[in-house]
């Protein structure tokens, strides 16, 4: 009777050993994911507002800016490939990573906007209200 108790302990813990294992490493997987996904965010975001509130960048500088943010921080992904887009209103930020069978797609917007022109023309036309 004793024997035959060890040889089952045995038996379930060869099957129950490799799952747990194995949930453990899709969720290592799933943690590295979420990570760059937020480091991928993060950056967008932050070179989004960076080049929003200059006038004078070039896709390139943010390109430049978005490698240096987010470059080296990435766990899972390794090829980036930033895509800047520019125009008088509004800047776009995207940027794919990839790592064989998967990739990961950000993508960022944000307005341009000119506080500083737009405070001047208020106090001008409070100005021209006052005479």
Request: proline share 3%; charged share 25%; with cysteine.
């Given at each position: 009777m004793r024997n035959k108790v060890k040889g089952s302990i045995t038996i379930e813990a060869a099957l129950v050993v490799p799952l747990i294992l194995f949930i453990f490493g899709i969720l290592l997987y799933?943690?590295?994911y979420y990570?760059?996904?937020?480091?991928?965010?993060?950056?967008?975001?932050?070179?989004?507002?960076?080049?929003?509130?200059?006038e004078d960048f070039k896709e390139v500088d943010l390109e430049e800016h978005f490698k240096a943010r987010v470059g080296g921080r990435l766990l899972l992904f390794q090829r980036l490939s930033p895509n800047i887009e520019m125009n008088d209103k509004q800047?776009?930020?995207?940027?794919?990573?990839?790592?064989?069978?998967?990739?990961?797609q950000v993508n960022?917007?944000?307005?341009?906007?000119?506080?500083?022109?737009?405070?001047?023309?208020?106090?001008?036309?409070?100005?021209?209200?006052?005479r």
């Open positions: 799933m943690l590295f990570h760059d996904k937020n480091v991928l965010l993060a950056g967008a975001h932050e070179t989004a507002v960076f080049g929003a509130r200059r800047i776009t930020v995207s940027c794919v990573a990839t790592k064989s069978p998967m990739a990961l960022c917007t944000m307005n341009r906007t000119n506080p500083e022109g737009y405070i001047r023309t208020i106090r001008k036309m409070k100005k021209l209200g006052e």
